[in-house]
């Protein structure tokens, strides 16, 4: 049994070897269904996965108060509600006023992201985000200090001229050398460097490593351009009590802009996990667009393999009667071809799947995504080159196998 499986290996090998051009045609059109999937759901799946990863940290039991919700945006002539910044003064009220149980409000605003750092006679690129911060805003951000320490209430209340810096900095204007209470300099003004926060990556082209931290009331002297627009993050630590303190920062910051209860709220309120949820949702687009794509490709290729293998079962119609006369069954000779059909298959799915994959590596690399192997998808390709073999190779070989042998053996 396994020699004649081998025999039929070997004469389909032999067969596709013969129709190299036919067959190399088919073979690129199975492969480039098989690349836009595997290629399309490896990006997504970078992409996916570097958000949960800038996300995740967050975790699941805080909100954010910004200016807009993420969801709100235009539609045709519709326009988009124009929000009033949310200025220092509110917040400060909020963080004063909110006084929900088992809280952490945090304050912060971006100061600049084209500021210039100085050590010594080392600087950096004019591309760092500085911001300004409370004491809350890098535990309710999800970031941790890997050196050092992060700021406390009297850092902050105190207003010490004190930095945490990202990851990259290390490498950079440090040169390699200990960060940690070192003086930096930001627009002339001067700062010790209390902590290191742990490498964040990129994440669309943003460097999430290059960022300062300082205290709020530092960052609003530096950076006093006009209509800054603060954001409030609070962070509960019972997950079951989140829906309620949201319920009461909206009063709460309802109060303080002095809403009627029958005006709309004008500023966004947004769960960190709901974002996520939003963002991934998008992404779920991309993998619907991949499978049509694919589909239509595949469908084609199907068709495609189908005529190769019909018009190879036509042009051997006298080897097909030569091995009937010897006793071949009709068994062997459909096996046969339908052995043909699936190393076809199987080689544009490898095929596919290799260039589906460096695609997807090279738009995540581009892009600064986590790129992660996807197995997923590969397992997809696998079954979907197998169940094309099989609809394709069919009626092919069912159409050798019943071949009449001395009708066969006249054909010219």
Same mark, same amino acid.
């Given at each position: 049994m396994f020699s004649l499986f081998r025999e039929n290996i070997r004469i389909a090998l032999d067969s596709i070897r013969s129709q190299s051009l036919r067959t190399i045609l088919t073979v690129l059109i199975i492969a480039i269904g098989i690349t836009a999937l595997v290629g399309i759901l490896s990006?997504?799946?970078?992409?996916e996965n570097t958000i949960s990863n800038d996300f995740a940290s967050m975790g699941a039991n805080t909100f954010n108060l910004q200016r807009y919700e993420f969801r709100t945006q235009s539609f045709g002539n519709e326009e988009r509600k124009i929000n009033p910044i949310i200025s220092y003064s509110e917040v400060t009220e909020f963080k004063d006023k909110f006084e929900y149980p088992f809280t952490e409000t945090a304050i912060s605003f971006t100061g600049t992201s084209s500021a210039e750092i100085k050590y010594e006679n080392e600087k950096t690129d004019p591309e760092i985000s500085v911001l300004g911060v409370n004491e809350f805003y890098l535990q309710n951000s999800g970031l941790e200090v890997e050196e050092g320490r992060e700021f406390n209430v009297f850092d902050i209340e105190n207003n010490n001229n004190v930095a945490v810096i990202g990851a990259d900095y290390k490498d950079g204007i440090f040169n390699g050398m200990d960060p940690i209470n070192r003086t930096i300099s930001i627009r002339g003004a001067k700062f010790k460097v209390i902590g290191v926060l742990e490498s964040k990556g990129s994440t669309f082209g943003n460097n999430q490593d290059l960022r300062v931290f300082i205290p709020i009331q530092h960052a609003r002297s530096i950076f006093s351009q006009p209509n800054i627009n603060y954001n409030l993050s609070v962070k509960v630590e019972n997950k079951e009590l989140l829906d309620e303190a949201m319920d009461e920062a909206i009063i709460t910051f309802r109060n303080i802009r002095g809403l009627k209860p029958i005006e709309e709220n004008n500023f966004g309120l947004e769960r960190s996990d709901d974002l996520i949820n939003r963002i991934l949702s998008i992404t779920s687009v991309l993998n619907i667009a991949a499978w049509i794509i694919s589909a239509i490709t595949i469908f084609g290729s199907s068709i495609a393999l189908m005529n190769i293998m019909l018009v190879s079962v036509t042009e051997r119609t006298r080897e097909i009667g030569v091995r009937k006369a010897l006793g071949a069954k009709k068994n062997t000779i459909a096996n046969q071809f339908f052995l043909e059909t699936l190393v076809i298959g199987q080689i544009? +799915?490898?095929? +596919?799947? !290799? *260039?589906?994959? *460096?695609?997807?590596?090279?738009?995540?690399?581009? *892009? #600064? $995504? #986590? $790129? &992660? &192997?996807?197995?997923?998808? !590969?397992l997809w390709a696998t079954g979907i080159t197998i169940l094309v073999a099989i609809l394709a190779g069919s009626y092919p070989a069912a159409k050798a196998a019943k071949q009449d042998p001395i009708e066969s053996l006249r054909y010219e």
């Open positions: 990006a997504v799946a970078a992409l544009g +799915g490898i095929l +596919g799947i !290799m *260039l589906g994959i *460096l695609i997807g590596y090279l738009v995540a690399n581009s *892009l #600064d $995504f #986590d $790129f &992660t &192997t996807p197995w997923k998808a !590969m």
